[in-house]
């Protein structure tokens, strides 16, 4: 029992894993120094945990809408995964590939590129803070 370990969780491995005194002294080198390279070295973006959910890109019109909690329309959708299946869950990202959403898409991939109009995604979890990206909605 004293050798215990989970070796797989979800989409992360042992690979690049680091001890709490390592992630202790590199929070210390940033208090102190300010130097915030080690600490990025222990902990991950966030776009890591999502990274084996299926993609919705989209456009930077309609990031902060969906920040504030809106569902995903057709028409601010810039790209997606062709492995989308309605009711799934997905990943909603910008342009740049930061994390904003997670949501349960209403149409499956096929579906959303026929489609004019319409919510393809239903948003679940926001991420990323309201007014990081201009409000561009009325």
């Given amino acids: ?8 969780v979800g989409p992360f491995t042992e690979e690049g894993i680091v001890t709490l005194h390592d992630l202790k002294d590199a929070y210390q080198f940033w208090v102190e120094d300010g130097d915030e390279s080690f600490l990025r070295e222990c902990i991950l973006p966030m776009e890591v945990a999502a990274g084996h959910l299926p993609r919705v890109v989209i456009l930077d019109s309609a990031v902060d809408a969906i920040c504030h909690g809106a569902d995903l329309a057709r028409g601010g959708v810039a790209g997606l995964d062709d492995s989308i299946v309605k009711g799934g869950t997905v ?3 910008t342009l740049k590939g930061e994390l904003v959403a997670v949501g349960e898409s209403t149409m499956s991939s096929l579906d959303i590129i026929a489609a004019e109009k319409g919510i393809v995604v239903e948003t ?3 991420f990323m803070k309201p007014g990081t990206y201009p409000r561009m909605w009325r």
């Fill in 91 to 93: 990943a909603v990202l």
């Fill in 1 to 8: 029992m004293a050798e215990l370990r989970r070796t797989r």
């Fill in 124 to 126: 679940r979890r926001v």
